[in-house]
C-alpha cells in the first residue's frame, strides 16, 4: 500500500541505505525520485525501488554540499514531477574523529555536511510544503546527538546541532499541514560504519527504515530506533561528566 500523502517522494542520499530502505517502503504506487552525486550510477538502487512497486523512479544530480543549488534542485524537481509528497533527507558523513581533531577543514566537512547542508535542504523544503499546506519530512538524527561524547564530538556535535535545528522547524511548521518526523537511530550496521565495532544497542538499515515509516505512517514526531534507546536517552544525560567522557565509542 502507498502511505505518501499524495505527491513525488524525493530521497535526498539516493545511495544511502536507509535511504533506499525507506524509500521501498513508501514506493508502491509512487513516483519516486532518488538524487544524489553521479545519478547515473544508480542501477541497483533504481532496480530495487522499482521491484517494491514504485510508479516511477527517476534520479537526479545532488550535491549536499553546494548549498547554492539546493532551491533551484527543490524548484526543478517540483516543475518536472509535480509536488513533492515525501522528502526523506538521507545523506551524510561520519568523517574520522582523529583527523578532525587535528584537521580543521575536515572537521569543518563533517559539520557542513552534516548540519549545514541539512539545514538548507531543510529549509526550502519546508517553504514549498508550507506554501502547499502538505508534506512530510524525515530528517535523520542519531543517538550521537542526544549528548555529545568524547569520542565523536565532531559529529556528535553536527547531529545535536541538527536535532535542535529540526524539533525547533517541526514546531514551526505546527498546524501548516506539513509533518516533519525525526528518526534517532543508535549505531547502524552498514557501509558507513564498516570495519567498526558495533556500540550496543545497534541496528540495521532495514530495522531503521521499518521504524521511520511506521512511525510517518502513525503521524510520530520522533522515533527511537531500537525502541531500547528511549530509557537510554534519559540515562546518558545523568551519567557524571567524569565518566562519560571516557565512553569510548
Keep these: 500500500m502507498n502511505d505518501t500523502v499524495g505527491g513525488t517522494v524525493v530521497i535526498f542520499g539516493g545511495r544511502s541505505e536507509i535511504g533506499v530502505e525507506l524509500a521501498c517502503r513508501l514506493a508502491p504506487g509512487a513516483t ?31 550535491d549536499a554540499d553546494d548549498v547554492t ?13 509535480g509536488p513533492i509528497g515525501t522528502a526523506v533527507l538521507a545523506f551524510g558523513i561520519l568523517g574520522d574523529q ?55 564530538y565532531v559529529y556528535g556535535s553536527a547531529k545535536a546541532g541538527l536535532d535542535g535545528f529540526a524539533n525547533g522547524l517541526a ?16 549505531f547502524v550496521i552498514g557501509r558507513m560504519t564498516a570495519g567498526m565495532k558495533p556500540a550496543p544497542p545497534a541496528s540495521t538499515p532495514v530495522q531503521v527504515a521499518t521504524a521511520a515509516a511506521r512511525a510517518l505512517a502513525r503521524g510520530r514526531r520522533t522515533v527511537a530506533v531500537p525502541w531500547l534507546l528511549r530509557p537510554m536517552f534519559i ?7 567524569f565518566i562519560w567522557r571516557q565512553i569510548p565509542y
Excluded: C, W
Design 32 to 62: 519516486v525520485v532518488l538524487a544524489a552525486r553521479s545519478a547515473d550510477r544508480l542501477a541497483a538502487e533504481v532496480a530495487a525501488v522499482r521491484k517494491a512497486g514504485a510508479a516511477a523512479v527517476h534520479t537526479t544530480e545532488f
Design 69 to 81: 543549488s539546493h532551491g533551484r534542485l527543490v524548484d526543478a524537481l517540483i516543475a518536472e514531477h
Design 98 to 152: 582523529a583527523r578532525a581533531e587535528v584537521d580543521a577543514a575536515h572537521a569543518v566537512a563533517v559539520v557542513h555536511t552534516d548540519y549545514l547542508a541539512q539545514v538548507s535542504v531543510l529549509t526550502h523544503l519546508a517553504e514549498v510544503m508550507r506554501a502547499a499546506g502538505r508534506g512530510r519530512l524525515v530528517v535523520f538524527s542519531s543517538i550521537a546527538g542526544v549528548r555529545v561524547r568524547r569520542a565523536n
Design 171 to 186: 514546531d514551526a511548521l505546527h498546524g501548516t499541514g506539513v509533518q516533519l518526523l525525526i528518526v534517532r537511530p543508535g
Design 235 to 241: 540515562v546518558m544525560r545523568l551519567v557524571p561528566r
